[in-house]
Each structure stands twice: as C-alpha cells, then as structure tokens.
C-alpha cells in the first residue's frame, strides 16, 4: 500500500513490534477488564462528537482503540493462547496501524462522553490514551504538529522550546507591562504556579492574572523556571517517556522550594497529568496538593483568602472536560462565578455531559483534523448561540484558542474569555493589614 | 443412552464444569494482571469510592437523559429483552424447579400464560435486536463472528423454550432434550464470547464507578 | 382342536356369532388406529384365517408380564383373543415340563417353521457366556439365537426383552440386554411396559392373524397405534399442566384438586403408552389417576433415570459441589497462568513475543 510510505503526518513505516510492546505494556485489571466487557451496543457512537456530526460508524469511540483489543487478546488476554493459536484476532500489521492513526489522534478529543454513556462501565477515553502510547511507540504520532510538538517538548522541557532563561525574561517583562509584582525562582515558596505554553504564545495576560490572584492571596508563591511548563503535549501523542520527565521535572521544583500547592493553570489535560497521573510516575504520592488555579480561586473565596467585585454580566461557561467530567472540578468555577455575582446562562450539557470544543486531546494541534474539530465544534457553537449569553468564559487555554478561533471563523459577536482572567480584574481591594 | 438422558447426564455436567472453569479462568486472568496502583491524592475516602463502585452498578444501567432521544429506542428494546429473559428464566415452574434442586431456594412461580407472553415478547425483541444489528452501520461495523454466535446461542434456548411449552412440532421428550442441550451451548460458550458481560458487566461498573469516584467525577 | 380348523369356524363351533366377531373387529381396529372401514376386512381375515403358533419363550424375568396378560378379570372378547393363537410353548402354563416340554418345543418350531411367532418376555443375560440365565442348561442367548431363524417375527414382550428393563439396571453384573440388541435380522416388535398393556399385545396379534403382517412401528420398533403418543398427550390431567397448576406433594391442595404431577416427578412427557387412553384393570385406572406420577416403565433404562422417581423432569444431573469446586480451581490456576504469563510479557520488552 502506498499509504504507509512516509506521509506528512508520520516520518517512517510504523514500527509493528514498537507499537505491540507500547499496547501491552501497561496493561492492569482495570484496562483489562475494559477490553474485555464491550458488548457492541454501539452507544458509544451516539455520545461521541465525532460520530454525531458525521454519522461515519469508523468514529465509533470502542472502534477506535480495536488495535489495542486484539493485542490485547492476542498477547495478554485469559485466552491469549487460543486467539493465538486459532488466529481469532488478526496481527498488528504496519497497514493496520497506519489505517487507525486518524480514529486514534484526529478523531478523539479523549473527552470522556463515551466513557460516560457505556453501559459497561468501559473507561473509553483512557484505553485511547493507552493506545496512543503504542501508535505514538510506533512512530504513527501525527507530526504535524502533534508528535512534532510532543519531540520537542520531550527534548527541551518545553513543546515550543522555551528555555528557562527566556521564561525567566517573559515573566519578568509581563510584570513590568501589567504592572504586577512577580516571583520568580524564590528559594522557599508556598505556592508555585504553572503555566501552558498556548499561555506564552497567545494569552501572556494570564500569566499576569495569576500573578495578581497569588499577590491577593498573600502567601509566599514563586514561579520556577526549573519546572513551569505544565502542557504535556507528551500525554496527548502518547509518549510515556516524554510525558514523565515533564511531569518529573515539575515535582522537582515544586519540591525544591518546599511548596505545598501546586497551581495548574487554564488547562485540561495538564490537569489530568498531574493531579491524577503524576503520582504514579512518582511512585507515591506528592508531597504536596495539586490544584486547578479555578480551584484554588473557589477555595480561597470560600475561606475568604480572595474577596471579588461583584459585576453585574450576563455569561455562559465552557466546561473542559478534563476539569469538569475526567478532572472531578466541575464546582469550582460555578462557585467562582456565583461569587462575582454573574448571571450564568448554563449550556445545554453543561457539567458532566459537556460536549468538548473539539480541540481536546490534542486534535487542535493535528493540521488536517480541521474539518473534524470543525464539525466537533459546531455543536458547542449551537450550544453557545442558543444560551444569548454575549460571552463565553472558560478555564482552559486551549478549549478558549478553540472557541476563540471558532468564534472568528463563524463571525460571532459573542465573546471568549478567562475565567482567571476575570477574577485577576475584578480582586477586591484589599484594606491595609 | 437417549438424547434427553445425555441432556441431563453428562451433557449437563461438562457445560457445568466448563461454564465454572472458564468463568473463573476468565476473571483470574483479567483480576491478576499486575495492578497498577493509583498513588494520587484521592478527593473521596475509600468508603467512599467503594460506595461510589457499588451506586455506580445501578446507576450505569440507565443512560443519562441527555443521550436518551439517541439511544433511548436501542436501550429499550435491550431491556424488555432482557427484562423479558429475566421473567422466564426466573419465572417459569420448570426453571424454579432447577434452581430449587441445585441450591435449595424457592419461589412462587408466574401463571403459565405470562410466561408464554414474556417469552414470546422476549423472542420478538431478540430478532429486533438481530436485524437492528444487521442494518445500524455502526452495529453492523461493530459486530464480529461472537455477536451472532452469542445471538444464536441465546436465541436456541427461548425457542426451543417455547416450542416445549406448546409441544407442537415434536414430542415433550425432544423438545426438552433439545431445550436442554440448547442450553448447555449457552452455557459452554458464555465464558468465551461476549455473553460473559453476565459478570463483567457488576466488575467494570463497579470498577468504573470505583476509579471516577476517587477522582470526584461523574460516574 | 384342528390345526387346520379356521378360526371362524372354531368360533362357529363355540356358539360365537359372525356379528360378534364383526364388534371384535371394529374394536380392535379402533384401538389400532385403523380406518373404520377396516373392520369388516378384518373379521372377513379373522374368519378365515388358521390359528397362529405362538412359541413364548421366558428369558431373564419376573413373569409379571405373563401375569398381567392372564390376568384380565373376565372372559372378555380380548382375552378370547388366545383362542386365535395356539400357544404351542410356555414354559410357565403348560402342562409338560422337563425333557417332555423340550420335545414339545422342538416338535412346535419343527411344525411351523418359518411361521411361528416367538414372543419373548425378560432380558436376554449375555455376560460370560450367558450363563446367568440358563433352560435346561441352556443359555438364553443360545436359544434366541437357536429359534429367532425359524420364526415369522418376535415380539418382545414387557420392558425386558424390549431394551433389557430392570436387569439391565445400573450395575447389570449379568449383561442384560434386550431382543434387538441380539438379534438383527428378523422384524421385532417391542411391547413395552413393566408390565405391558395387555390389550397391546391383543392388538398386534389380532392384526398379525388378520392382514398377515406386523402394524406400522416406531424408530424403537414399537407399534404405533400405542405408542404413537405420550402419556402426557392422552393425560387427563394435561390441563392442568397447560395452565401451570402443579401439585408440590402428594397432600397438598393441589394434588386433593387434582393437580398435574409434573413437579412431583411424573415421566408422563417422556413416556410413550397408552395407559392414559387405554387404563388398567379394563378400563378403570391408571397411575395417575391413581395419583402418582407415571415412572416412565415403558422407556428404555426407566430404573436408572437421573434424579430417580420422584424428580421433576425440569432437572438434571449436574456435577457435584466437589468437582464445580474442582473446576473452579482449574479456572483460576489457568487465568492465574496466563495472567502471571503476561505480567513477565510486559517486564521483558525486549523479548519478542511469540508468533
């Protein structure tokens, strides 16, 4: 087949036996009794994005992850040996993986509908996950710019290649331009935030919304350019190495200064990254606590740590799924909102059975899944349309590029915003101590 | 040896025996892959997330409202098959009479008629979900060699059910021995095919339920 | 009495009239199953035909059978029926014994060779030889197989010598078996039943006098008019099945109602006779009427059926809690195998694994 010679979107033929030891190399109970339970009812098609707006069975989300199943029966099943000695579940073959690589990266937002509409109880989503660490082993990561992204980022720390002597610079000069007061590689600190690199190329501002909600809390908090990139492109192409050792990186650091919160920033899978998997990477728990900052903000305004304005504005509020439906933060902004006193016009869906922008799990940053993300996100533009809100807030980076860029494209009035960014514009004064 | 007394002979002992070997060698092989510890904070404590495993079970069972105007019409005709399967098999003088023989427990059995009823309603939506297997494209594309094994395999024993409660084409004597060993089929290939989800279907609920619990997610 | 005599005339002579052999043959056709217009045919046969050797030979047996076809109470038109036949050898009724009835015996088949019936009640023992069951010191098996050549057809009369009965029985130390399972080449007809509904054998005789030939039979040779059906087909208590009204003992409501006896173990579903439709003891009962389940003793190995006499038909013999707990553990050791097989797949990735 002419298909698997080297396409734009991988460098070589698909390594087979890379991508089968990458199947099976973590696989547990859990996964296993994931790939075990389908009964092909087919529901998970009706929850997914991607099969509800192009009708295409292929998008069916149990569809995608089928390499990874007869691997699974092939190689690790109860039965192993009769799949294998019967031939009952085909061989991974270099045009096999090749034929997948779009229903694995191009056509999966890893947002989690699937796995909550599956009567089976199938956590869909993460055996997408698992099976991207075998397409991605076998070198079939979309490179451009997924895998590109994720290479760099397993190199230099760091997706765009950001050095921590140039962080060290931005963070300064985004001080100086929005007039906060920032800390930067402090030796002890309580609080160290992260930050996304869509932050550093397209919303500096939030980088300074941060700052100011750290300043207004009070407590000893410090960037650290030894560990601040939190994205993990890595997760999302499916390099468990690369994936690792930003996250490593980061509990270096946050560790190094003695901090007992870590702050992630308007980001989902990031989120997910380190509240939930980074401890396995570490190999026990974290020494100190991992907050979302939409997290942090409702906790501090509960505790009164953070006292807001009250504005008077009529929003709706994007979900990411990461937070929200995978990430277990759904309250948090509802709270943050409540207390800036904003007429919230909740979506249809909103919560846990949000629909993704069509940006997730890295499909915003696969160059020919544009029509896909597009179709994807024309349901979250009926959705925003039809709640007369004249803006959107939401607290994750890439969902805003997403809606930001949507928005633009289908020539909106309504408008995108931070949640940080709205809490960082509207802190209370604080009376002199 | 005639057919009826292998039915309830030997017959009936191998599929016993391979039904309970291959349910457990199934399960220990899934439960005793190498479990891979989850080491971050969880936001709920243990009882928690296992009361969390267990709400999930039941919960999971019905789809969200949300997804019903899309999979509304494919859950309800699986549960009056299954709620139609459910009546018979645990409703039926004959069936109760079994279980009464193996484990000591028994109940009023449901009038005759309700059971013709059921099985016949459990029947019909049986072929439904057949054909709507073999024209939805995204069953159709789904389905493997085990869908309709499983699907014939569960069929056998409703009809032949149904024809011994008539005992119209053939004498009672055939028709059970035919009833019997349609069952013995169920009962040989379920721990190998999908009908296994018997017992998968409490597990992965159940862990689901367990995981997204620990994580404060929706389950 | 003249061999040659016929049996309408021997008939004549005994004061029974052409009209009264007529109602014979109209009852005997009905119970056959045989179109009315038959009957006529029939007694026209009966009328002229000669009377049948019967050669009865009683193998490894009770002699209930025997008992139960002497036994009908009175004189009736079906127990006449022995007129028709000259019952030339029965070891049991006749008057001879020793040396005197072995020469009868031979004297009998050397007369009509080729035409008598052999009927043939109790199992025929072939373990060592045959020697558990020996006729003047001689094997059953040797003498079936010694006058089977000779005959017309045999009857296998009683459960016995259809499929070898109760001593065939689990263990069955004397190798017991029924007619077919010896002889092959000679048409048989199973009369089943422990014992066998008299009016049965009548039945097959009578048509036998009168057309000359055996009736229609089932795949297990048995005649079908009889055992066409099952005792759960003719059952008056079929009802009550229909409509799921069961008995669950033998003093409950259900059982004084008249309930079905399915549950309490009844074989009538499996069984196929005629005693639903025929009865005993000339038309007064049968079992289930009596109130027991049919136990099924016209079917092949009805002494050895799982669960025994008083389980229902729903159940089964499964596998002991031992050998479910046996196999349990084969399950686990297997999984847990294959399990452990895959954990060291996944900690050796440089190991290719296996095609």
Redesign the interface.
Known sequence: MNDIAPAPFQKAAPDVSKALRGFIADVGPTVALSLESCVHCGQCAEACQFYVQTGDPRYTPIHKIELFKQTYNREMGPFSFAYKFFGLAPKLTQETLTEWQDLVYDSCNMCGRCSLICPMGIDIADLVEQTRHGMYEAGLAPSDFLGALAEKEHATGSPFGLTSEKFRDLLHEIGATHGVTMHVDEPTAEIVPTISSIDVKTYPGSMAAIAKILNHIGKPWSFRTDGFDADNVSLTAGDRAGQAAITQAIVSAVTACGAKILVMPECGHSFTEMRWEAANAHGKDLPFRVLQITELVAESIQSGAIRVNKISQTATYHDACQLSRRGGATAAPRVILAALGVDVRELEDAGDANWCCGGGGGVALIKRAQPLRDAAFAIKKKQIEASGAAIVYTSCSGCRQTLDHGGKAAGWNTSVGSLLELVADNLAARAAA | MTLLSFARGPGMQVATLILIAGMFWRLSGILLLRRRVAHAAARNPFAVRLLGGAVTIFTRAIPRRTFWPRVGAGVVLNYVFHIGLFIVLFGGAPHILIIHEIFGVAWPDLPKGVIVVASGITLAALILLLVRRLCHPVLKMLSKPDDYISWLIVFMPIFTGILLSGETVAGYGALLAWHILSIEALMIWLPFGKLMHVALVFAGRGMLGYNFSRKGAAT | MAVDETLGEMLARRGFSRRGLLKFAIVMTSSLALPPGMAAAMAENLAAARRQSVIWLSFQECTGCLETLLRTSSPTIAALIFDFISLDYQEALMAASGSAAELTLRQAVAANKGKYLLAIDGSVPVADGGVYSLTGGKANVSMLQEFAPDAAAILAIGTCAAYGGIPKAFPNPTGAVGVEDVISDKPIVNIPGCPPIPEVLSGVLVYFVSFGRLPDLDERKRPLAYFGT?I??QCYRRPFY???K?AKSFDDEGARQGWCL??LGCKG??T?NACASLKWNDGVSFPIESGHGCLGCS???FWD???GFY?????????GWR??GI??????T???A??????H??TR?DV????
């Open positions: 099952t759960h087909d229909d409509q799921g069961f399915f549950e579903p499996t196929h079917e092949p190995d059926q799982d669960g389980t229902s038909l729903a159940g089964g013999k499964g596998p050998d479910a196999a349990a553990a084969v399950g686990i297997g999984g847990a294959a399990a452990f097989g895959a954990r797949k996944t990735p290719e694994t296996p095609e």
